[in-house]
Nanobody, 115 residues
Framework: QVQLVESGGGVVQPGGSLRLSCAAS????????MTWFRQAPGKGLEWVST????????TYYEPVKGRFTISRDNAKNTLYLQMNNLKSDDTAVYFC????????RGQGTQVTVSS
């Protein structure tokens, strides 16, 4: 079955960077669009970014555009999210998902931006 395991979260100061990874298995990763979502404390799930199967097209939530970069390595069945110039509003649990919808998704990795 679909398995998605996120990693790379942590605590970082405002302006800092983190790189999230999502290890995928149980499906044809190289043929799948992949998406990052996030959920901040007390808020609903929020779309962050999507990448098509070969990485030719990427789209971003406006507040993260220019700071976050989504990428993938189809040889390693891994999705990435490079996050730079992090802000307190980026604090959330980050999830990767197969396709463009939130399910199925992984268990998430916590990102906390705090001074």
């Amino acid at each position: 079955q679909v398995q998605l395991v996120e990693s790379g979260g942590g605590v970082v100061q405002p302006g800092g960077s983190l790189r999230l990874s999502c290890a995928a298995s149980g499906f044809d990763f190289s043929s799948s669009t992949m998406t990052w979502f996030r959920q901040a404390p007390g808020k609903g799930l929020e779309w962050v970014s999507t990448i098509t199967s070969r990485g030719l097209t990427t789209t971003y939530y406006e507040p993260v555009k220019g700071r976050f970069t989504i990428s993938r390595d189809n040889a390693k069945n891994t999705l990435y999210l490079q996050m730079n110039n992090l802000k307190s509003d980026d604090t959330a649990v980050y999830f990767c998902a197969k396709g463009s919808l939130p399910n199925p998704r992984g268990q998430g990795t916590q990102v906390t931006v705090s001074s």
